[in-house]
């Protein structure tokens, strides 16, 4: 069974460009995750879908922030326009129906804002 | 809101015995989970406490007293290969809030 695939790996920009993030999750995961890892700091959640629902996106930063979740399978972040804080890793995670408590990451995309 | 709570570093030798703390400030706490990442990797699920007491997995223990908003993770007869770092996450209703993560430095 594949896991939790993200692509790119690795993205370098400079401000003010735009960039998108993919997550494709394990198969028949309903629940999927973003976070965000600044270096040295905690794993910061960002928002959940639950199929093509966001159940919570309080932790997205701002309205430079956008996720969507076509026909609840695979996830974009798109982050418009970048800026240097933006720099960190991202994580996607998913889950099957009964928790959050058992998630499955993804490799992370690794974002660097110049 | 939700704070978590761990030591930034710990170092041991190789066989040892590692308790990794964990404190929490949350509302709508269900349950403890912990996480290891290695350098580069995703972070990958270790153990989940949802009652207080002990879980064992192997040479993995986690521990949860509700009462005390306090956790541990207890690793045995540390391998080099245990060295990452371990994150502490709690589990409100719908989601998990990590925190900056403890990186255990494990040395022959």
Known sequence: ?114 | GQSLEQPSEVTAVEGAIVQINCTYQTSGFYGLSWYQQHDGGAPTFLSYNALDGLEETGRFSSFLSRSDSYGYLLLQELQMKDSASYFCAVRDRYDMRFGAGTRLTVKP
């Open chain 1, 1 to 114: 069974e594949a896991g939790v695939t993200q692509f790119p790996s690795h993205s370098v920009i400079e401000k003010g460009q735009t960039v998108t993030l993919r997550c494709d999750p394990i198969s028949g995961h309903d629940n999927l995750y973003w976070y965000r890892r600044v270096m040295g700091k905690e794993i910061k959640f960002l928002l959940h879908f639950v199929k093509e629902s966001k159940q919570d996106e309080s932790g997205m930063p701002n309205n430079r922030f956008l996720a969507e979740r076509t026909g609840g399978t695979y996830s974009t972040l798109k982050v418009q326009p970048a800026e240097l804080e933006d720099s960190g890793v991202y994580f996607c995670a998913s889950s099957q129906g009964q928790g959050p408590e058992t998630q499955y990451f993804g490799p992370g995309t690794r974002l660097l804002v110049l």
